[in-house]
């Protein structure tokens, strides 16, 4: 099992550009997350999808999108990037019924907005 | 919300002493409690966690405790080596979905 992935692994984008970070799981997990990690903090939660088809809110929601494609996707959207969205980018997924809810992370995206 | 928070914010110890985490929470359902070790450009991984019907838990070097009432909770590492020297987050967990709010964390250095 390759558990959770994304891509791209680096991207530097331009204040304005848009993108979209890819994460997929193969884990048959129900839930996935989307944390951000600016320099020595701590992962605040984005987006999270309980199951296929839900999305909520996060911590930090604004100046971002998400959907939740199928069971295994979960896509993060930039529509407009701003440089304050520079960090590191998580997925995470997680099975409630195994570990109580243990949250297994991809290995991340590192953004630069100029 | 919930609301976490991690001290201390870096501890650095010799080798074979014993390093110790605290955090407390503010949402009393949270009941699901996971600590993650990351290391430097690496994701975080998962080191041990606790279930709110549950006080104490060890594996090996590591244990964690958990006090409801005072809501907070801790992580012991004894014999502390080299290669424990990482971050080290806590976080709690509540809902049907697993929606988890981590601590800022703790850099922990280890001297040999």
């Known amino acids: 099992n390759a558990g959770v992935t994304q891509t791209p692994k680096f991207q530097v984008l331009k204040t304005g550009q848009s993108m979209t970070l890819q994460c997929a799981q193969d884990?048959?997990?129900?839930?996935m997350y989307w944390y951000r990690q600016d320099p020595g903090m701590g992962l605040r939660l984005i987006y999270y999808?309980?199951?296929?088809?839900?999305?909520d809110k996060g911590e930090v929601p604004n100046g971002y999108n998400v959907s939740r494609l199928n069971k295994r996707e979960f896509s993060l959207r930039l529509e407009s990037a701003a440089p304050s969205q520079t960090s590191v980018y998580f997925c995470?997924?997680?099975?409630?019924?195994?570990?109580?809810?243990?949250?297994?992370f991809g290995p991340g995206t590192r953004l630069t907005v100029l | 919300g919930e609301n976490v928070e991690q001290h201390p914010s870096t501890l650095s110890v010799q080798e074979g002493d014993s390093a110790v985490i605290k955090c407390t929470y503010s949402?009393?359902?949270?009941?699901?409690f996971p600590w993650y070790k990351q290391e430097l450009g690496k994701r975080p991984q998962l080191i041990i966690d606790?279930?709110?019907?549950?006080g104490e838990k060890k594996d090996q070097r590591i244990a964690v405790t958990l006090n409801k009432t005072a809501k907070h909770f801790s992580l012991h590492i004894t014999e502390t080596q080299p290669e424990d020297s990482a971050v080290y987050f806590c976080?709690?967990?509540?809902?049907?979905?697993?929606?988890?709010?981590f601590g800022d964390g703790t850099t922990l250095t280890v001297k040999p």
């Open positions: 884990m048959n997990h129900n839930s």
């Open positions: 949402d009393s359902a949270s009941n699901y």
């Open positions: 995470a997924s997680s099975e409630l019924r195994v570990g109580f809810g243990t949250q297994y």
């Open positions: 999808s309980a199951s296929e088809g839900t999305t």
């Open positions: 976080a709690a967990t509540s809902g049907a979905a697993g929606k988890s709010t």
């Open positions: 606790i279930r709110s019907n549950v």
